[in-house]
T-cell receptor, first 114, second 112 residues
Framework: KAGVTQTPRYLIKTRGQQVTLSCSPISGHRSVSWYQQTPGQGLQFLFEYFSETQRNKGNFPGRFSGRQFSNSRSEMNVSTLELGDSALYLCASSPGADSNQPQHFGDGTRLSIL | DQQVKQNSPSLSVQEGRISILNCDYTNSMFDYFLWYKKYPAEGPTFLISISSIKDKNEDGRFTVFLNKSAKHLSLHIVPSQPGDSAVYFC???????????FGKGTRLSVIA
């Protein structure tokens, strides 16, 4: 069974640009969550999508947005990039009906802002 | 306000000995807890979980203990192996499709 796939793996952008990251969940999983990991920090929750609807949202500015498609694939967009947005962005999927099911993570997209 | 805390940033253990990783939480509404392991350049991998109705869950070399009154959980790895060297994250959530809340991780080094 294929795991969670995130593309691209690495990305370099400059301040002010925007970026779109993609996540393909495990087949049959309907919930996709996004996390940001920065040095010295744990994983900070960005948002979760379930059946194309945002079900939960973390404490990030509106520059961070996402969406989910009918095939459960998800994209995350960050506009007006800032230096502090440099991080590892992780996507995780789960079957979604119950939060008491482990999330399975992709290998992340490492975003560097110059 | 950090709801899940892993107070030891790093831990070194000799191969064959027990590794004990600790995690504290402040939100008494949390009722499901998970441990993830993360290698460099890879995403976190689910290890083991425990529901608040239990105080222990075991899976091979990995055992998680939950002390609800102390709001504390721990992960025991016995025996520790060099391949266990990684960053371990503790996470917590509560029923109702709420997000996972992660600690900042503990880097475990198992020395041969």
């Amino acid at each position: 069974k294929a795991g969670v796939t995130q593309t691209p793996r690495y990305l370099i952008k400059t301040r002010g640009q925007q970026v779109t990251l993609s996540c393909s969940p495990i087949s049959g999983h309907r919930s996709v969550s996004w996390y940001q990991q920065t040095p010295g920090q744990g994983l900070q929750f960005l948002f979760e999508y379930f059946s194309e609807t945002q079900r939960n949202k973390g404490n990030f500015p509106g520059r961070f947005s996402g969406r989910q498609f009918s095939n459960s694939r998800s994209e995350m967009n960050v506009s007006t990039l800032e230096l502090g947005d440099s991080a590892l962005y992780l996507c995780a999927s789960s079957p979604g009906a119950d939060s008491n099911q482990p999330q399975h993570f992709g290998d992340g997209t490492r975003l560097s802002i110059l | 306000d950090q709801q899940v805390k892993q107070n030891s940033p790093s831990l070194s253990v000799q191969e064959g000995r027990i590794s004990i990783l600790n995690c504290d939480y402040t939100n008494s509404m949390f009722d499901y807890f998970l441990w993830y392991k993360k290698y460099p350049a890879e995403g976190p991998t689910f290890l083991i979980s425990i529901s608040s109705i239990k105080d222990k869950n075991e899976d091979g070399r990995f055992t998680v203990f939950l002390n609800k009154s102390a709001k504390h959980l721990s992960l025991h790895i016995v025996p520790s192996q060099p391949g266990d060297s990684a960053v371990y994250f503790c996470a917590a959530t509560r029923q109702g499709n709420t997000p996972l809340v992660f600690g900042k991780g503990t880097r475990l080094s198992v020395i041969a």
